[in-house]
Nanobody, 118 residues
Framework: QVDFVESGGGSVQPGGSLRLSCTTS????????MGWYRQAPGKERELVAS???????DYADSAKGRFNIWRVHSENAIYLQMNSLEPEDTAVYYC????????????WGQGTQVTVSS
C-alpha cells in the first residue's frame, strides 16, 4: 500500500526553481501534519519543511527564505516550491507525516529526485 505519491523533481542549475507535489489519501491529509523530507547520498533523511492541517508552515534552517510549503485541501496534496536551489539541495525528496519520534507512516513513497548541478 502506497500512502504517498511524490512528483515534480528534475535537474536544474544552481539558482533554479522546482515545485514538488505529494498526494495522499483524504484521511491522512485531513488528520495529519504533513512534511517534506529529503535524503542525499550517504546522509540520513531530514525534514525540510512541514505544514499543519490548518496550513501553518515550518522550515528547516536550510530551507528558510528559499522554500515554501502549502497544502491544497481539494487535492489532498501538499506542495513544495523550491527557489534559489543549491547543489546541496540535491537529494531524493519524500513526503510523510511528522511525529514526535519520527514519522507516522513507515512505508515511504518512491520519492522524487532533485538534482542541482551546473
Amino acid at each position: 500500500q502506497v500512502d504517498f505519491v511524490e512528483s515534480g523533481g528534475g535537474s536544474v542549475q544552481p539558482g533554479g526553481s522546482l515545485r514538488l507535489s505529494c498526494t495522499t489519501s483524504k484521511t491522512i491529509f485531513s488528520v495529519y501534519k504533513m512534511g517534506w523530507y529529503r535524503q542525499a547520498p550517504g546522509k540520513e533523511r531530514e525534514l525540510v519543511a512541514s505544514v499543519t492541517t490548518s496550513g501553518s508552515p515550518d522550515y528547516a534552517d536550510s530551507a528558510k527564505g528559499r522554500f515554501n510549503i502549502w497544502r491544497v485541501h481539494s487535492e489532498n496534496a501538499i506542495y513544495l516550491q523550491m527557489n534559489s536551489l543549491e547543489p546541496e539541495d540535491t537529494a531524493v525528496y519524500y513526503c510523510n507525516a511528522p511525529s514526535p519520534l519520527g514519522v507516522y507512516f513507515g512505508t515511504w513513497g518512491q520519492g522524487t529526485q532533485v538534482t542541482v548541478s551546473s
